[in-house]
């Protein structure tokens, strides 16, 4: 059965080269699922830079949406797979139907809430009846102030939930602060 590593932090704490070292350093058959699109020259870039900090050894299986959809095979092919980012996969479900989140009633943003948070739960489950081990990255967004738009607040409360239940389905659980993994479970 499958195991379960969370990994979380702010931005640019250092979540992606300490979960990249903890599958390299735990196992040999690699898997990575990007969940980021190159929608612009900036995202071009960071994906470059994560690509070039991996290296050769890999395999990546670029995957936006319905994760949950391929995670089965993906899992049963390598012996740890990371999967980088949640906050991103939440970002790409929340606006693959161009939803105007400033004017959204509260039973549609509900209505998405659920939806990631079933696909969420679904990838947990399968991966737990997997052969390989799944290391989730995500971002901690709840420690600064309440933001000011709607958008960001319902972000926020998306990616905070979803962080909840990886949380809890994670048989290991680590913060990260400025390259620092904690283990906190």
């Known amino acids: 059965m499958g195991k379960i590593i969370f990994v979380t932090g702010g931005a640019r704490s250092g979540k992606s080269t300490f979960a990249e070292s903890y599958c390299t350093e735990n196992g040999k058959n690699l898997g990575y699922i990007a969940t980021a699109e190159a929608l612009d020259e900036e995202m071009k870039d960071r994906i470059k830079k994560h690509q070039i900090q991996r290296g050769g050894s890999w395999s990546t299986y670029e ?70 081990n799944l290391v989730l990255v995500s971002n901690e967004l709840g420690l600064g102030i309440v933001p000011a738009n709607k958008l960001s607040r319902i972000y926020r409360d998306y990616v905070g939930r979803a962080n909840q239940i990886c949380a809890k389905y994670a048989d290991e659980v680590y913060f990260v602060v400025s390259s620092i993994p904690m283990k906190i479970k």
């Not at 949406?65 to 790409?92: A, G, P, Q, R, W």
């Not at 989140?101 to 997997?130: D, G, M, Q, R």
């Open 63 to 132: 995957k936006s949406l319905k994760i949950e959809d391929y995670i089965t095979d993906i899992m049963n092919s390598h012996e740890f797979v990371l999967l980088d980012c949640i906050t991103m996969y939440i970002s790409n479900m929340m606006f693959k139907d161009n939803l105007d989140f400033e004017n959204i009633s509260v039973e549609k943003a509900n209505e998405i809430e659920a939806e990631i948070n079933n696909s969420i739960v679904a990838i947990l489950e399968k991966t737990k009846k997997s052969k390989g």
